[in-house]
C-alpha cells in the first residue's frame, strides 16, 4: 500500500522545513566562534533583533525556552522571591518546571478573569506580594505572553500592567514567542511592545519559520548578565552564525508575510464551522481551537480522515483541538481539508 505524500502538517508551526533560499543562506554563512563573540553572522542577527525590538541589545540562543529561562534568571537577583505567570502559560505549564529549578522561584499561575482571554492589570495586582512579611516571597518579575493560544494581548492592558509594575519597582519579561504574529495582525510595531518589558524573548523557529533559534533581547547590562547564564546553562554557540542566518533570513522574508497565515487560518476555520464544528476562540492569528465532540467526532476519526489526504494533525480521544498554520500551509492544505471533511461525514451517513 502506498502512503499519502503529507502535504501539510497542522500539529505546530515549530514543523516546518528550511526553504531552498533559507539553505542557501545558512550555507553562504560566514561564522566564527561565538563564545569569543567572533562570529559576525549571530552579531549581525542580533543587531537587528535589539533595532526591531527597541532594546540595547540582543542574545541568540537555541530555543524559546532557554531565552525565557535565561531571561527571568537575569532579572532576579537575591531569593526569596516569587514571579506571576498566566495560569495558561508556557513558562508556568511547558517550560519542565524550569523557573523552579534554574532560578529557585516560586511561579504563583494568575489564571484570567472570567469572559477575559488575557490577563488584566486588576487580577494581577489581586496576586502580588509586596509586603515585607517573613513568610512570603515578594513579587520580583511579571511574565506575560503574547500572543497566547493565538490571541492577541490588548496593548492598552500591557501599558496598565507595564505601569503598574514600574511603580512597585518589579520587572517583566514577555514571552514574545509569536510577539511577530500579534504585530503582523495588528500592525503594532515590535518595538512598541517590546519597550514595555524589561527581557522579551522573540522566537525564530515558531511563527517565522526557521529551523532553531530564540533572541532575548533587553538592555546592554542585562544581556551581558544573560550571556553569563547562557554560558552556564550550556548554551554557548561556537560557529552559529549557520543557523543566525535562517534567523536574518526569516525576519526579512516570512515576517512580512505573516497576514497570508492568519488569512489561511479563518478559511481553515470556516471549513470546519460549515460542518459544524464549534470554534472556542477567537482567530486572531495563526492557530483555530474547535471542539470536534460537537459533531461527535473523536480527533482520531479527524486525524485518520486528514491523514488520508495528506495533512497531518493531533488526534485524541474527543475535546479540544489546535491546529497551527504556518507559510508551508497552502491553498492546496485547505482544499484537502475540505476534501477529508466532505469524505468524512459522507462515511458517517
Known amino acids: 500500500m502506498t502512503a499519502t505524500a503529507v502535504i501539510a502538517d497542522l500539529r505546530s508551526d515549530t514543523v516546518?522545513?528550511?526553504?531552498?533560499?533559507?539553505?542557501?543562506?545558512?550555507?553562504?554563512?560566514?561564522?566564527?566562534?561565538?563564545v569569543y563573540q567572533e562570529d559576525t553572522t549571530i552579531q549581525e542577527l542580533e543587531s537587528l533583533g535589539a533595532t526591531l525590538s527597541g532594546h540595547e541589545a540582543a542574545?541568540?540562543?537555541a530555543t524559546g525556552t532557554m531565552t525565557n529561562q535565561i531571561g527571568i534568571r537575569t532579572l532576579l537577583v537575591a531569593p526569596p522571591y516569587s514571579i506571576l505567570a498566566d495560569a495558561r502559560s508556557h513558562i508556568f505549564n511547558y517550560e519542565a518546571s524550569g523557573v523552579a529549578?534554574?532560578?529557585?522561584?516560586?511561579?504563583?499561575?494568575?489564571?484570567?478573569?472570567?469572559?477575559?482571554?488575557?490577563?488584566?492589570?486588576?487580577?494581577?495586582?489581586?496576586?502580588?506580594?509586596?509586603?515585607?512579611?517573613?513568610?512570603?516571597?515578594?513579587?520580583r518579575v511579571i511574565c506575560l505572553e503574547n500572543t497566547l493560544g493565538g490571541e492577541i494581548f490588548p496593548l492598552s492592558e500591557?501599558?496598565?500592567?507595564?505601569?503598574?509594575?514600574?511603580?512597585?519597582?518589579?520587572?517583566?519579561?514577555?514571552?514574545?514567542?509569536?510577539?511577530?504574529?500579534?504585530?503582523?495582525?495588528?500592525?503594532?510595531?515590535?518595538?512598541?511592545y517590546c519597550q514595555l518589558f524589561d527581557?522579551?524573548?522573540?522566537?525564530?523557529?515558531?511563527?517565522?519559520?526557521?529551523?532553531?533559534?530564540?533572541?532575548?533581547?533587553?538592555?546592554?547590562?542585562?544581556?551581558k548578565r544573560a550571556r553569563h547564564f547562557r554560558k552556564m546553562f550550556g548554551g554557548g554557540w561556537r560557529q552559529g552564525?549557520?543557523?543566525?542566518?535562517?534567523?536574518?533570513?526569516?525576519?526579512?522574508?516570512?515576517?512580512?508575510?505573516?497576514?497570508?497565515?492568519?488569512?489561511?487560518?479563518?478559511?481553515?476555520?470556516?471549513?470546519?464551522?460549515?460542518?459544524?464544528?464549534?470554534?472556542?476562540?477567537?482567530i486572531e492569528t495563526n492557530m483555530i481551537w474547535f471542539d470536534?465532540?460537537?459533531?461527535?467526532?473523536?480527533?482520531?476519526?479527524?486525524?485518520?480522515?486528514?491523514?488520508?489526504?495528506?495533512?497531518?494533525?493531533?488526534?485524541?480521544?474527543?475535546?479540544?483541538q489546535r491546529w497551527v498554520v504556518h507559510h508551508q500551509v497552502t491553498g492546496e492544505c485547505v482544499e484537502a481539508v475540505g476534501e477529508a471533511l466532505a469524505n468524512l461525514f459522507e462515511q458517517r451517513k
Open 158 to 192: 500591557l501599558e496598565k500592567i507595564s505601569e503598574m509594575a514600574k511603580k512597585h519597582g518589579i520587572k517583566m519579561h514577555l514571552d514574545g514567542a509569536r510577539l511577530w504574529n500579534a504585530s503582523a495582525a495588528t500592525g503594532v510595531d515590535m518595538k512598541t
Open 101 to 139: 529549578h534554574h532560578s529557585q522561584a516560586l511561579i504563583i499561575p494568575v489564571p484570567p478573569a472570567p469572559g477575559f482571554s488575557h490577563l488584566t492589570v486588576e487580577e494581577i495586582e489581586k496576586r502580588m506580594i509586596i509586603d515585607d512579611d517573613i513568610h512570603h516571597a515578594p513579587t
Open 292 to 320: 470536534s465532540s460537537s459533531v461527535g467526532v473523536t480527533g482520531d476519526e479527524l486525524q485518520a480522515a486528514l491523514a488520508s489526504k495528506g495533512v497531518r494533525v493531533f488526534g485524541g480521544s474527543g475535546g479540544e
Open 59 to 61: 542574545l541568540f540562543c
Open 16 to 34: 516546518t522545513t528550511p526553504t531552498p533560499e533559507m539553505r542557501r543562506v545558512m550555507a553562504e554563512a560566514i561564522v566564527g566562534d561565538d
Open 241 to 282: 552564525g549557520i543557523l543566525a542566518a535562517a534567523g536574518i533570513h526569516v525576519i526579512k522574508h516570512h515576517f512580512p508575510r505573516l497576514k497570508e497565515d492568519h488569512a489561511t487560518a479563518k478559511l481553515l476555520a470556516e471549513k470546519l464551522t460549515s460542518y459544524g464544528f464549534k470554534v472556542t476562540r477567537k
Open 199 to 223: 527581557t522579551v524573548s522573540l522566537c525564530l523557529s515558531k511563527g517565522l519559520g526557521a529551523p532553531i533559534g530564540s533572541l532575548l533581547v533587553g538592555s546592554h547590562a542585562t544581556i
